[in-house]
């Protein structure tokens, strides 16, 4: 069974950072890209960054470009994203998600979510 | 504003097909392909139909998928109580960069 277990989210103040993991099970990790996206208070889903197999191929949405960080290790099934100069509007339930092959191509089985608020 | 733009809601009553449209441009939907998800309220999302018309092992085959130039349609045949969700089409877009872009999602209602 497909497991993504996020962690590290919660509450930061504007221009802070936090790092958030996402531990997988139940699939060969390594052979898989991964993504982040998240959602906003209002509902709506935001793709925020991709990595494939080997860390080789990055992507990032405009939004958080410069700002975060996306890597893995793929010896310890592990998924993370490095968020820095956090502003309010980072504030969502962030996804990890594992896509449908090693190179980015669809969002497959998505995690459970965490929850990241920045406020003052 | 999402780029993908999808009718706020739907609904139906049980038996019924409904169908929920995802419209986009040249530099997304035109040009890569295109997936639906479910999400039901406190849930992740779910892959429901992927590479346009391809559903996952375990999704009823009630639900269908199709593409048509910049815009693509999700079905959903025999409506049941339990299809009352929110759905979301996503693809990727080429312009200026590669990156994925949802649809602003259509609330289901189940009369």
């Known amino acids: 069974e497909v497991r993504l277990v996020e962690s590290g989210g919660g509450w930061v103040q504007p221009g802070g950072s936090l790092r958030l993991s996402c531990a997988a099970s139940g699939f060969s990790f390594e052979d898989f890209a991964m993504h982040w996206v998240r959602q906003d208070p209002g509902g709506g889903l935001e793709w925020v960054s991709a990595?494939?197999?080997?860390?080789?191929?990055?992507g990032y949405a405009d939004s958080v470009k410069g700002r975060f960080t996306i890597s893995r290790d793929n010896a310890r099934n592990s998924l993370y994203l490095q968020m820095s100069s956090l502003t309010t509007e980072d504030t969502a339930l962030y996804y990890c998600v594992k896509d449908g092959s090693g190179w980015p191509h669809y969002l497959d089985f998505w995690g459970q979510g965490m929850p990241v608020t920045v406020t003052s | 504003q999402s780029v993908l733009t999808q009718p706020p809601s739907a609904s139906g009553t049980p038996g019924q097909r409904v169908t929920i449209s995802c419209s986009g441009s040249s530099s997304n939907i035109g040009s890569n392909i295109v997936n639906w998800y479910q999400k039901l309220p406190g849930m992740a999302p779910k892959l429901l139909i992927y590479s346009n018309n391809q559903r996952p092992s375990g999704v009823p085959d009630r639900f269908s998928g199709s593409k048509s130039g910049t815009s693509a349609s999700l079905a959903i045949s025999g409506l049941q109580s339990e299809d009352e969700a929110d759905y979301y089409c996503a693809t990727w877009d080429d312009s200026p960069n590669d990156h994925v872009v949802f649809g602003g999602g259509t609330k289901l209602t189940v009369l």
């Open positions: 990595i494939n197999w080997n860390s080789g191929n990055l």
